[in-house]
């Protein structure tokens, strides 16, 4: 069974303190990886896809970058605006099958 | 980028009541869309797969009677929460994506409470 794990559960920033958020999965083959950010009371926003070991996606101040084994999602000077949960998924099953982890509520504060 | 459009975005309801939601894909056609469930602190569940024009493929633990799915068309698919109780109040949310090598978008979700 995919597995996929998130941590911290929760992450409180000061605006411009840099971190990283980790996603570590157990899958039976891996056909790519999401990134997605989910504010409350709204459905997930997509953020990036990755591959394969040794890909890296940017947007803006995030960074995403995958392992054989885990993903990071990179936070560069965050803003408070950045705050909400990152979910972190793997197709399972069939590629529209999404596997999610619990996710980690981040919240930066001015 | 692709849109779905999920309606309404709030249902407070009385227990043994039918609630409905509908899930749209504004700018492409969706042969599958997905059902997803999220209680507090949890991550989303799966709950099922909508096959337009075709019956739909549950995930083990979902009562395909309590949670009724119809995908009539290749934009819209319909979830109804039949005789609602307390224990059924979560945030639903509808996905679908342009193929199925494409990421998933995701609607803005329903949060149903139930009295």
């Known amino acids: 069974e995919d597995q996929v794990t998130q941590s911290p559960e929760a992450l409180r920033l000061q605006e411009g303190e840099s971190s990283s958020l980790n996603c570590s999965y157990t899958v039976s083959g891996l056909r790519g990886l999401f990134w997605y950010r989910q504010d409350p009371g709204k459905g997930p926003e997509f953020l990036f896809t990755?591959?394969?070991a040794g890909e890296e996606k940017e947007k803006e101040r995030l960074k995403a970058t995958l392992t054989k084994k885990e993903s990071f999602l990179h936070i560069t000077a965050p803003k408070p605006e950045d705050s909400a949960t990152y979910l972190c998924a793997v197709p399972s099953g069939g590629y529209q099958k999404v596997t999610f982890g619990i996710g980690t509520k981040l919240q930066v504060i001015p | 980028g692709a849109v779905v459009s999920q309606h309404p975005s709030r249902v407070i309801c009385k227990s043994g009541t039918s609630v409905k939601i509908e899930c749209r894909s504004l700018?492409?056609?969706?042969?599958?869309m997905f059902w997803y469930r999220q209680f507090p602190k949890q991550s989303l569940m799966l709950m099922a797969t909508?096959?337009?024009?075709?019956?739909?493929?549950?995930e083990q633990g979902v009562e395909k009677d309590k949670f009724l799915i119809n995908h009539a068309s290749l934009t819209l698919s319909t979830l109804t929460v039949t005789s609602a109780h307390p224990e059924d109040s979560s945030f639903y949310i509808c996905?679908?994506?342009?193929?199925?090598?494409?990421?998933?978008?995701f609607g803005s979700g329903t949060q149903l409470s139930v009295l």
């Open positions: 990755l591959y394969s």
């Open positions: 700018d492409f056609q969706a042969t599958t």
């Open positions: 909508s096959n337009e024009g075709s019956k739909a493929t549950y």
């Open positions: 996905s679908a994506s342009r193929d199925q090598n494409e990421k998933l978008f």
